[in-house]
Each structure stands twice: as structure tokens, then as C-alpha cells.
């Protein structure tokens, strides 16, 4: 449990990373994005198999 909730937090991190701001439309923070959005829907996958592998 406590696993699933440290990539849960993790997820919640990254969306509130700059690159997410409005109207940020650079190269470097589409990018970023894109990266991150890969990175946040491998957290919320760990954390789901965490939390149903009981």
C-alpha cells in the first residue's frame, strides 16, 4: 500500500510540473510533456499493481 501511494505522489508531482503550464507550447517543454506524461502513466500503473496485488 504504502509503495502504491509513494507513485500516486510521484504522479501528482509531475502534473504539476512548469512544462504544464498554459500556453507553454516551446519545443523543449513539448518534449517535456511528452516525457513525462510516459513517466506518469508508467507511475499509475506500478501503483494500481501494487494495489491490486494483495
Not at 500556453?23 to 507511475?43: I, W
Not at 500503473?45 to 501494487?50: G, N
Request: charge should be positive.
Amino acid at each position: 500500500m504504502k509503495d502504491a501511494l509513494y507513485f500516486i505522489q510521484k504522479y501528482f508531482t509531475l502534473s504539476k510540473c512548469k512544462a504544464f503550464e498554459k500556453g507553454n507550447t516551446t519545443h523543449k517543454s513539448v518534449k517535456l510533456k511528452m516525457k513525462h506524461a510516459m513517466e506518469k502513466s508508467k507511475y499509475l500503473l506500478t501503483a494500481l499493481i501494487f494495489l491490486t496485488k494483495k
